[in-house]
T-cell receptor, first 115, second 115 residues
């Protein structure tokens, strides 16, 4: 039973399109995150939600809009996709803030390719 | 601000070789330190952690010691296996509490182990 699941795993789309990635966790955690991993494997936090409330927004273009309908779900919607948005997007969750235990549970990633 | 610096990769070793992956950090205060591992096609998972100076984290034959005097958290393993081939990330958390504390990751280093 997958703890943190993301869909879709792969997404190929044209520039200018709008797309969404969904994430669900069944661990009962209260904090969820979106990370972006570029082609050089560099991992950078984008957003963090604690109990459906946005607590971290790391200078991400407003074309990216996260939505947390409940604490088990955190979706990422991207408008007007650009070539530079091509990356692997990871969802993660933790019990409490990252600084608490530092243990994040990651999904398998969603590879987005913008053509 | 906080930062994590990892040695440049990739690293290629023969099976049973000794592994060291260097990690140094810059932080205000007293961070917790972590190593995460990403196996091919998967999300990151916590490998080990240390929460205060001189602590040693260990798991699966890997070890790392929190060295405050050298601001380092180098990862070591005495005898690597082919199954250790993965990307390794050093990370720090800036505080133990607070909803907006977060993990800062290093750039990651790819380890390939030859049979």
């Amino acid at each position: 039973d997958t703890a943190v699941s993301q869909t879709p795993k792969y997404l190929v789309t044209q520039m200018g399109n709008d797309k969404s990635i969904k994430c669900e966790q069944n661990l009962g955690h209260d904090t969820m995150y979106w990370y972006k991993q570029d082609s050089k494997k560099f991992l950078k936090i984008m957003f963090s939600y604690n109990n459906k409330e946005l607590i971290i927004n790391e200078t991400v273009p407003n074309r990216f809009s996260p939505k947390s309908p409940d604490k088990a779900h955190l979706n990422l919607h991207i408008n007007s996709l650009e070539l530079g948005d091509s990356a692997v997007y990871f969802c993660a969750s933790s019990q409490g803030a990252q600084g608490g235990t530092g243990e994040l549970f990651f999904g398998e990633g969603s590879r987005l390719t913008v053509l | 601000g906080n930062s994590v610096t990892q040695m440049e990769g990739p690293v290629t070793l023969s099976e049973e070789a000794f592994l060291t992956i260097n990690c140094t950090y810059t932080a205000t205060g007293y961070p917790s330190l972590f190593w995460y591992v990403q196996y091919p096609g998967e999300g990151l998972q916590l490998l080990l952690k240390a929460t205060k100076a001189d602590d040693k984290g260990s798991n699966k034959g890997f070890e790392a010691t929190y060295r405050k005097e050298t601001t380092s958290f180098h990862l070591e393993k005495g005898s690597v296996q082919v199954s250790d081939s993965a990307v390794y990330f050093c990370a720090l958390s800036e505080s133990h509490t607070g909803a907006n504390s977060k993990l800062t990751f290093g750039k990651g280093i790819t380890l390939s182990v030859r049979p």
